[in-house]
């Protein structure tokens, strides 16, 4: 299910979001689509709707069972302890950024205005870290980190890597040691504590940008870790590239990795283990930045 809210919707695209949606209240559209269409439509509002501002929120399978995207709005979509949260910036902290910016000249801003209001375009990394961590299963709560693999790329160019096997203290399923060949010989054999893998990778990764396929779940298992080690917490500023192909690519049946990679022709050997994912997450990266420009 989706919910559509818009404000300065103009006439034709009130008519062209009917065709799918159900308007309950001025501009406000609510029903069942599949997610291409739900992708379609949102392309649509960001293009189209010109002065006005566009929020949706759409069930998704996460933890939170649901997501959101808004449009032309004031208030950020911010990623804490995992959860996907909206931050509505006060009137001092709008103001001391408006202050900040005041040495651009009037073209620059009048530039920069045009484009944040056409496709909330962002500078992409050039250098950071890219994360995956493989796991006994989804849940943040029971299960545990069974490997953290990360790249240090600096200049688009891979510089340095981590990669550990934990030792967890539960058993691993039989699918997840099928799926990612990972088993309970192997990492009582082969793996640290959790507290000091993810102490290295902490020290490892340092204060850059931290990127990663669907940040919402590494960033839960490795908060999670540092909270019950008692380590240092995980503050470092993160980008998802799920949420990017999503917002750049509209006609895919789904936005696993997977189908990402097959989409652009990339190379999964290794699937499902942390660097071979992390490889993987890079050159997808790449592809989406090129096909952004």
């Known amino acids: 299910m989706i919910v559509v809210s818009l404000s300065n919707c103009p006439p034709h695209l009130r008519g062209s979001l009917t065709k799918w949606l159900e308007e309950?209240?001025?501009?406000?559209?609510?029903?069942?689509v599949p997610a291409r269409v739900r992708d379609a439509i949102w392309k649509q509002i960001t293009s189209e709707l010109e002065n006005g501002r566009a929020a949706m929120v759409f069930s998704a399978?996460?933890?939170?069972?649901?997501?959101?995207?808004?449009?032309?709005?004031?208030?950020?979509?911010?990623?804490f302890d995992g959860i996907k949260l909206i931050l509505r910036p006060s009137a001092s902290y709008r103001t001391q950024a408006t202050d900040s910016q005041s040495w651009r000249s009037t073209t620059s801003g009048i530039r920069m205005a045009k484009c944040a209001n056409a496709h909330h375009t962002e500078d992409f990394p050039h250098s950071y870290?890219?994360?995956?961590?493989?796991?006994?299963?989804?849940?943040?709560?029971?299960?545990?980190?069974?490997?953290i693999g990360a790249l240090r790329v600096v200049d688009d160019e891979v510089a340095d890597e981590y990669s550990v096997l934990i030792a967890v203290n539960i058993p691993i399923p039989e699918n997840i040691e099928n799926l990612t060949g990972i088993t309970n010989a192997l990492v009582q054999q082969s793996g640290i504590d959790e507290k000091k893998a993810v102490s290295g990778f902490l020290d490892f990764a340092g204060g850059a940008i931290i990127l990663s396929y669907n940040i919402r779940f590494?960033?839960?298992?490795?908060?999670?870790?540092?909270?019950?080690h008692e380590l240092p917490p995980l503050y470092n500023k993160s980008f998802d590239v799920a949420e990017l192909a999503r917002r750049i690519i509209y006609d895919l049946e789904?936005?696993?990795l997977s189908t990402l990679a097959s989409y652009f022709s990339v190379s999964t050997e290794?699937?499902?283990?942390?660097?071979?994912?992390?490889?993987?997450?890079?050159?997808?990266y790449d592809k989406l930045i090129e096909k952004k420009k």
Not at 218 to 228: I, M, S
Request: include cysteine; glycine fraction near 6%; proline fraction near 1%.
């Open 24 to 32: 309950i209240d001025t501009c406000v559209y609510v029903g069942h």
């Open 61 to 79: 399978r996460n933890e939170q069972h649901m997501d959101f995207r808004v449009y032309n709005s004031e208030w950020e979509p911010i990623d």
């Open 129 to 147: 870290i890219i994360v995956d961590v493989e796991t006994t299963g989804l849940s943040i709560e029971t299960d545990r980190m069974i490997e």
């Open 218 to 228: 590494d960033y839960g298992f490795l908060r999670t870790a540092c909270r019950h």
């Open 254 to 256: 789904n936005y696993k």
């Open 270 to 284: 290794g699937a499902h283990r942390a660097i071979a994912d992390c490889q993987t997450t890079k050159r997808i």
